[in-house]
């Protein structure tokens, strides 16, 4: 009988029951619900979250242990093997070899980017996709330890300890946010350093209030923008000139529209068009824009009435209200004039957001409208000239004001000045006003001249170092805006009874006052040094005839190793450059697959490509290989199909009974 040659330990019960075609179908089961689950999340958010919790999870990669041991001891189970086994164990020994090629893959395996730039010198640092905190201890030594927190977060009640650093200190990470914001907050100095400054920023119309430090003379931490102005500290004095436009400190009244004169009197009508912001917690302040023609000098508030509120145009002495709800988007006749009026736009919590307006919520906090009036007339006043000499749109179909191009100076400016006795004088440039110089006192508002927007400075050090504070954004904080800021840890280091605390942001690095010298902590995506270095030669971008377009873009790299060898290949999109490119290296997956990843179009000397090397690769393919052949013999090749006797099933055949079937059969068995 066959079963007295089969080996004693798979009569256990534990080998029956991974030879069991049960666990068999739970586990292919269950794998194909974690494959369904792993493309929803990676089509729904992203391949790393899918990767956490599919795909590189603990779960995940102990069901294929699981699967694989079901398929060596089923296979093993079949013993002594006969011909007819041979497709079935084909196929068993496929699916085996996959899960090899693929456990290889996931250990010694290599994917990540690299960013290079014409003209440097060649690096082996590449950039994998996922994130990493960063010690530099006491002993030299650089540590590195793995911190995705895409689930369970650290918190001050749960931290996640990492233990204990040469120096003898703590390491733990306390919290995870997943936007910070950073602000400076400079370190006043007995000596040396520069001059500091704070001020605060206001206006009532839009609902805002800024505040900043400002390093002297600094290149980065001495400017603040507001998208349409700038402002500046530096070192010294203001050019205080008699001849300024305006009073320091004081807007001139707006122009007010003046009485209708008889038409004999008046010039030729012309074509007006004009943009205005109204402002419901400023009925009186207004910031129009002339389109074409000529100001028509019409005055327009927001009154908070009803749904979104009305709209009132005073012209010519005479008002018109529109309900917000009902004519937004629409052009509407004012009464008694020839011109008509569109609601272009309409915010409840109005903000001016990278030097576009936007709203802060749904909730009418601070109501704002932008209203463009059409027709002909006399202007009340002419067109002004654009700030920067041309003829171009400071904004775009009748909207708000768009930023300046790149290299461009705001069209507001206003540069701050201090002295070694710390006396603060300014020069301003306003778009509204003009220019002007002045003095500035302590804690005493300074009027801008953009829209209603006040400036006061309340503090100074004479000596300063630059700090940044880094802490959690606000959740009301925009989409648009927290996308662009890096996530970050909050980690804590504790020595001899002391406690430091601080954020680390991605891409930044801070230095512990730790004993006997300072620690540095990094966090950012872990990066693996490379036996290759890669040099970009050339990056060319082909244009579509007759456009701007970019019909595609090609990357020239020159590949060298320490033992001197060097290679230069080109990739582009769907044409990867190998290296070493012999046969026994791409066949075997001893190779980096290097393929173009993305470009800057605002830096053509700088390119980014995906290096990929599989070491399981030839596993993958003779597992699929003979997957498909054992599947493909075990239907279509009757010599590897089990042959069974017995008499053809024909319905007026009757049923033998069980002892003459079993009669029948003894001999096949045999």
Not at 4 to 25: D, G, Y
Request: proline share 8%; aromatic share 8%.
């Amino acid at each position: 009988m066959a079963f007295s040659t089969r080996p004693a330990w798979l009569k256990h019960p534990l080998a029956e029951f991974f030879a069991s075609l049960k666990l068999a179908v739970v586990l292919l089961a269950v794998l194909i619900i974690g494959a369904i689950s792993g493309t929803i999340y990676e089509s729904s958010f992203d391949a790393k979250v899918a990767r956490a919790y599919v795909y590189g999870a603990p779960w995940f990669n102990f069901w294929l242990l699981l699967l694989g041991a079901n398929l060596a001891v089923s296979a093993l189970s079949r013993l002594p093997w006969k011909k007819h086994h041979t497709a079935f164990l084909v196929t068993h020994l496929g699916i085996i070899t996959l899960l090899i090629g693929s456990l290889i893959g996931r250990i010694w395996g290599i994917e990540g980017t690299m960013t290079l730039f014409k003209g440097d010198p060649p690096t082996n640092r590449l950039v994998v996709d996922q994130h990493q905190l960063r010690v530099h201890d006491v002993d030299g030594m650089l540590k590195g330890f793995p911190a995705e927190f895409l689930h369970h977060p650290p918190t001050p009640d749960h931290p996640r300890d990492l233990g204990t650093l040469a120096s003898g200190a703590h390491l733990s990470v306390i919290d995870y946010a997943p936007a910070l914001e950073g602000k400076l907050n400079p370190r006043p100095l007995e000596t040396g350093g520069a001059p500091a400054l704070h001020f605060t920023i206001k206006t009532q119309m839009m609902g805002q209030q800024l505040e900043n430090w400002l390093l002297a003379d600094d290149p980065e931490q001495g400017k603040f923008s507001m998208g349409l102005a700038n402002i500046e500290l530096k070192r010294g004095a203001a050019k205080v000139s008699s001849s300024s436009s305006v009073v320091p400190g004081v807007s001139p009244a707006p122009a007010q529209p003046g009485p209708l004169r008889p038409k004999q009197d008046r010039k030729e009508d012309v074509d007006l068009e004009e943009s205005i912001f109204a402002f419901s917690k400023a009925p009186e302040e207004q910031i129009g824009r002339v389109i074409k023609g000529g100001s028509t000098g019409a005055k327009v508030r927001l009154e908070q009435n009803g749904n979104k509120g009305r709209v009132v145009v005073s012209l010519g002495g005479k008002e018109t209200g529109f309900d917000v709800a009902e004519n937004l988007g629409k052009d509407a006749k004012i009464d008694n004039s020839p011109f008509t009026l569109k609601i272009d736009n309409y915010w409840p919590d109005f903000r001016i957001q990278d030097g576009k307006p936007s709203s802060l919520s749904d909730q009418p906090n601070n109501p704002a409208v932008l209203v463009t009036i059409r027709g002909k007339g006399v202007p009340a006043t002419a067109p002004q000239t654009n700030p920067h000499g041309t003829e171009k749109e400071m904004t775009t179909n009748g909207g708000p004001p768009t930023m300046p191009a790149a290299g461009e100076e705001a069209p507001n400016h206003l540069t701050l000045f201090i002295a070694d006795n710390g006396a603060i004088t300014y020069e301003l440039k306003s778009r509204k006003n003009g220019d002007s110089s002045g003095k500035i006192d302590m804690n005493k508002p300074l009027t801008t001249g953009w829209a209603d927007w006040q400036l006061v400075v309340d503090k100074t050090m004479p000596h300063a170092e630059a700090w940044t504070d880094f802490f959690p954004a606000k959740t009301d904080t925009p989409p648009m805006m927290s996308k662009d800021l890096p996530d970050g840890l909050r980690v804590r280091l504790e020595q001899r009874g002391e406690k430091f605390e601080q954020w680390v942001p991605g891409g930044w690095q801070i230095t512990v006052p730790t004993s006997p010298n300072e620690t540095r902590i990094g966090y950012g995506f872990k990066t693996i040094p490379l036996p290759i270095g890669l040099e970009l030669v050339d990056f060319e971008v082909k244009r579509n005839e007759g456009s701007d377009t970019p019909a595609g873009f090609k990357s020239t790299l020159r590949v060298s190793t320490a033992e001197g060898e060097s290679a230069t290949g080109q990739c582009w999109m769907n044409n990867p450059f190998s290296f070493p490119g012999d046969m026994l290296h791409t066949w075997t997956g001893f190779t980096f697959k290097i393929s173009q990843a993305s470009w800057n179009p605002e830096n053509l000397n700088q390119s980014s490509v995906q290096i990929l090397r599989d070491p399981g690769w030839l596993f993958k393919w003779i597992g699929s290989l003979l997957i498909v052949s054992g599947v493909f013999m075990m239907f279509y090749l009757r010599p590897y199909r089990r042959q069974t006797v017995g008499e053809p099933i024909t319905p007026a055949a009757a049923k033998p009974s069980k002892q003459k079937r079993r009669a029948e059969l003894q001999p096949a068995s045999r």
